[in-house]
């Protein structure tokens, strides 16, 4: 069954550090998702997008976050400068039309 | 806005007993409903889906919940768990957009 790929597994950073994320999505599904989950809460949206275009980042701290699809395939998260509070499980998701949402295994991140 | 609320976030049960998670939503629309399992180590994974028809949807390995609209609620059930149960369980929402919301996630752990 095709996956949802997700770089690296883990990443340890330091405060005030950039960090990024890759998340590559099953071929075909254009949308994609990037999630936060924070442990003993649920994931929680960050930003949609559909092919290249954000459809909502209103829960993404724009101060320090950023993502980009520029190709509408592949994506990347960016958070310049991380923050302790940062420290989390990134989830990246996919979908084609009316199929379910697939997941990747994430990238946990600490901010020390 | 779309919103989920899962009541219990830690359940234990023994063997063979039976299970009811709850799960209630807030949105406005047409709802597409949903719970994904995540099993320790793996990424989270479709259980089961409600878009429309039958209220009582049936997922993998035994499970099913059934939608009552006057109630918003979506709750889980299983007549009998298995120790290969024990995992975390999320409920979702889908609005417009594909836009997915998720709730807090219960934790069940099964004895055997």
């Not at chain 1, 993502?67 to 996919?94: H, N």
């Not at chain 2, 299983?78 to 995992?87: E, M, R």
Request: net charge neutral; glycine share 8%.
């Amino acid at each position: 069954e095709a996956e949802v790929a997700q770089s690296p597994r883990y990443k340890i950073t330091e405060k005030s550090q950039a960090v990024a994320f890759w998340c590559d999505p099953i071929s075909g599904h254009a949308t994609l998702y990037w999630y936060r989950q924070i442990l003993g809460q649920g994931p929680e949206l960050l930003v949609q997008f559909q092919d290249e275009s954000v459809v909502d980042d209103s829960q993404l701290p724009k101060d320090r976050f950023s993502a980009e699809r520029l190709k509408g395939v592949d994506s990347t998260l960016k958070i310049q400068p991380a923050e302790l509070g940062d420290s989390a499980m990134y989830l990246c998701a996919s979908k084609a039309g009316g199929s379910p949402l697939h997941f990747g295994n994430g990238t946990r991140l600490t901010v020390t | 806005a779309q919103s989920v609320s899962q009541h219990n976030h830690h359940v234990i049960l023994s063997e063979a007993a039976s299970l009811e998670l709850g799960c209630n939503y807030s949105y406005g629309g047409t709802v597409n409903l949903f719970w994904y399992v995540q099993y320790p180590g793996q990424h989270l994974q479709l259980l089961l889906k409600y878009f429309s028809g039958d209220p009582l949807v049936k997922g993998i390995k035994g499970f099913e919940a059934e939608f009552i609209k006057s109630k918003f609620s979506f709750n889980l059930r299983k007549p009998s768990v298995q120790w290969s149960d024990t995992a975390e369980y999320f409920c979702a929402v889908m609005g417009g957009t594909y836009k997915y919301i998720f709730g807090t996630g219960t934790r069940l752990k099964v004895l055997a």
